[in-house]
């Protein structure tokens, strides 16, 4: 909600034993004013200030929160804790959202979660180890995501009942050739998907994960979508 900032609070002891669990309360505060809406207790988190960021999600009907080795869902008008649950411990610079109706998926280093709005966690994968994930998108009710390290990258459409891969897609990239990493993230239409490694620009379908095309890109263009 654009009237709605979500904070999450932990106890002062926290910043001295960050190894340690420490129970978090989120809350909801009015920007316009100032005022505490709500507050609930999420349960126990673990990590430092530096395994946190971009852990929270707001949509039109809740806040979730995925960090520190917990996720929970609260309602937004009433504070109201839909679910809380331990998870992997995640580390990771952010985390990636994409948030999908009943459904909410986030990406945060090696780890994907999808969660469901009523019953929690669904399930967790790793495609990629000694990676991170680039980029994350809904596509009808599938989710298409991109795993990726110094070396390799991985698309994938993933079943998102089952967190099957409906098809995967691999390159092999040249860092010390290359300038670095594959690019991060990628381009996403109605029927094709874009990505980038090696200074070639790969096309595929989205449908199937056939290959449509690749072009040699200029090689002092840094490509980022």
Same mark, same amino acid.
């Given at each position: 909600s654009a009237q709605t900032a979500a904070v999450l609070f932990v106890p002062g002891g926290w910043t001295q034993a960050q190894d340690k669990a420490h129970e978090a309360t989120l809350a909801a505060v009015d920007t316009r004013d100032g005022t505490l809406r709500w507050s609930v207790v999420l349960g126990a988190i673990t990590g430092g200030v530096d395994s946190f960021g971009s852990e929270i999600a707001i949509e039109q009907g809740g806040v979730w929160w995925a960090a520190g080795g917990r996720a929970a869902r609260v309602e937004l008008s009433s504070g109201k804790l839909s679910w809380s649950t331990a998870i992997a411990q995640t580390e990771g610079p952010h985390s990636l959202w994409a948030l999908s109706g009943s459904m909410a998926a986030v990406a945060r280093g090696e780890h994907l979660f999808l969660f469901d709005v009523a019953t929690g966690l669904l399930w967790e994968r790793r495609l990629l180890k000694e990676g991170r994930v680039s980029g994350l998108f809904w596509t009808k009710s599938e989710l298409l995501v991109k795993f990726q390290n110094e070396k390799r990258l991985i698309i994938a459409r993933l079943n998102a009942q089952s967190g099957k891969s409906r098809w995967e897609r691999e390159l092999k990239?040249?860092?010390?050739?290359? @300038?670095?990493?594959?690019? &991060?993230?990628?381009?996403?239409?109605? &029927? &094709?998907?874009?990505?980038?490694?090696?200074?070639?620009?790969?096309? @595929?379908?989205?449908?199937?994960?056939?290959?449509?095309?690749?072009?040699?890109?200029?090689?002092?263009?840094?490509?980022?979508?």
């Open positions: 990239h040249k860092p010390g050739k290359f @300038y670095g990493p594959p690019p &991060q993230g990628m381009a996403v239409t109605e &029927q &094709q998907v874009f990505v980038a490694a090696n200074a070639r620009l790969h096309a @595929y379908d989205l449908e199937s994960g056939a290959a449509l095309f690749e072009h040699e890109m200029e090689r002092d263009i840094m490509w980022k979508a």
